[in-house]
């Protein structure tokens, strides 16, 4: 029998059930993204070389980046012409008709990348870097490190790295370079200073195929703003 009593406390249970907040849907866990894979071998430490090279760092680098031979997208192009894409950030060196070996690279950041057809004029081991006046200009701190000052010395520190192929235009030195000391993190992004960075493992691969008197292409970016940018 429901009496006064009961009746009153039944509405006070059904006004608490009313203002409670309904039941909580399901959360949905993000599923991480599948771990990278372990590098190859010819990312670890180089220990024969003037200065070491240290190795890569696991779990950085991403596959689409790795060195590896591709399908050739230019089979007109002469063998030993470098291709090099700044929108995907890769380096293409046409072995064969059909064959390429593609390398991830860092480019140059909007305002400083160049495109065109220059010439492999020639290479170095080890380089100096001679930092432009233009440079120069813009990062005073850098005068110690000019041409008429000859220049940083080779090893570490030196953001040549390990090799350097030099682009000329007409016989003209274009300044601009692919070269090696590229960190894994800026693989795939803009750098300000310009230039075609490589990893050091990768360069050293490079100038070991590398033609001299062969073409090097740098594509128009068609992304205005560029890559993401690392300063």
């Given at each position: ?198 990893l050091n493992q990768d360069v ?28």
């Open positions: 029998m429901l009496t006064r009593r009961s009746f009153v406390a039944f509405g006070a249970m059904a006004g608490l059930a009313a203002c409670a907040s309904p039941p909580s849907e399901p959360v949905s866990r993000a599923i991480a993204p599948p771990p990278i894979p372990s590098l190859p071998r010819f990312y670890g430490a180089i220990t024969d070389e003037p200065y070491p090279i240290s190795a890569v760092q696991e779990g950085i680098l991403s596959p689409d980046l790795w060195r590896q031979e591709v399908v050739n997208r230019w089979p007109s192009y002469a063998p030993g012409t470098i291709v090099i894409d700044p929108d995907a950030a890769v380096l293409h060196f046409v072995e064969t008709p059909d064959l390429a070996m593609r390398y991830g690279v860092s480019v140059g950041a909007a305002g400083f990348a160049w495109q065109g057809t220059a010439r492999l004029q020639f290479q170095r081991e080890w380089p100096r870097w001679k930092v432009p006046a233009t440079m120069i200009e813009r990062k005073p701190e850098l005068e110690p490190y000019s041409v008429a000052n000859g220049g940083m010395d080779p090893g570490p520190g030196n953001p040549m790295g390990a090799r350097a192929l030099y682009l000329f235009q007409n016989g003209v030195d274009t300044l601009y370079r692919v070269h090696g000391d590229a960190s894994p993190r800026e693989l795939g992004k803009a750098v300000s200073s310009g230039c075609i960075r490589m050293i691969d490079l100038y070991d195929r590398a033609i001299h008197g062969a073409s090097v292409i740098v594509l128009p970016s068609m992304k205005p703003q560029g890559l993401a940018q690392v300063y």
